[in-house]
T-cell receptor
Framework: GAVVSQHPSWVICKSGTSVKIECRSL??????MFWYRQFPKQSLMLMAT?????????EQGVEKDKFLINHASLTLSTLTVTSAHPEDSSFYIC???????????????FGPGTRLTVL | AQSVAQPEDQVNVAEGNPLTVKCTYS??????LFWYVQYPNRGLQFLLK??????LVKGSYGFEAEFNKSQTSFHLKKPSALVSDSALYFC????????????FGSGTQLTVLP
């Protein structure tokens, strides 16, 4: 089945530093990937849609200069949290949609998530 | 606009008993419906989906869901619950007629008691 990986799985950083999170589709190509944020015991909040070869589309209220998204290839999207602050601490999850034929068609697959803690 | 409602924050069931996790949706056009499961500190795992065809959809780990168009529901079911089924379950929807992103419900914490 379709697999999405994320790296790192957890990261602790100091306030003011930047953190990069990678999202990879391992066995399929994803022209579109999605970045979510999840607070404890809450649902997923879509932050942005990452499109290969073009600018990401951000949801209302998400600062594009703070959460930089780059979708450099059909299998890799990165989210960089710039000048991180304690309020950015959260669980960040990426996903990708498999648009190839077969039973996985049009299903969105999720990475295992990245736990970010900003001190 | 599309939306999903999971009316129960918490569902408790005894091991071996049937379980149901409820989901209702609102979407323009034909719905694409999904169920995902999340274990602590993990991403979401795909369980099953309804795109078209039979209203009863079978998925991973013995789960199934029934699409009911008149009631706009897509309840998740399993005939016999296992303790290992304890997790957070999310229902999601998007319209077939657009490239819109999935909209998730608020999640239901399922606890299966031994």
């Amino acid at each position: 089945g379709a697999v999405v990986s994320q790296h790192p799985s957890w990261v602790i950083c100091k306030s003011g530093t930047s953190v990069k999170i990678e999202c990879r589709s391992l066995d399929f190509q994803a022209t579109t990937m999605f970045w979510y944020r999840q607070f404890p015991k809450q649902s997923l909040m879509l932050m942005a849609t990452s499109n290969e070869g073009s600018k990401a589309t951000y949801e209302q209220g998400v600062e594009k200069d703070k959460f930089l998204i780059n979708h450099a290839s059909l299998t890799l999207s990165t989210l960089t949290v710039t000048s991180a602050h304690p309020e950015d601490s959260s669980f960040y999850i990426c996903s990708a949609r498999d648009l190839t034929s077969g039973s996985s068609y049009d299903t969105q697959y999720f990475g295992p998530g990245t736990r970010l803690t900003v001190l | 606009a599309q939306s999903v409602a999971q009316p129960e924050d918490q569902v408790n069931v005894a091991e071996g008993n049937p379980l149901t996790v409820k989901c209702t949706y609102s979407v323009s056009g034909n719905p694409y419906l999904f169920w995902y499961v999340q274990y602590p500190n993990r991403g979401l795992q795909f369980l099953l989906k309804y795109i078209t065809g039979d209203n009863l959809v079978k998925g991973s780990y013995g789960f199934e869901a029934e699409f009911n168009k008149s009631q706009t529901s897509f309840h998740l079911k399993k005939p016999s619950a296992l303790v290992s089924d304890s997790a957070l379950y999310f229902c999601a929807v998007r319209s077939s007629g657009s490239a819109r992103q999935l909209t998730f419900g608020s999640g239901t914490q399922l606890t299966v008691l031994p």
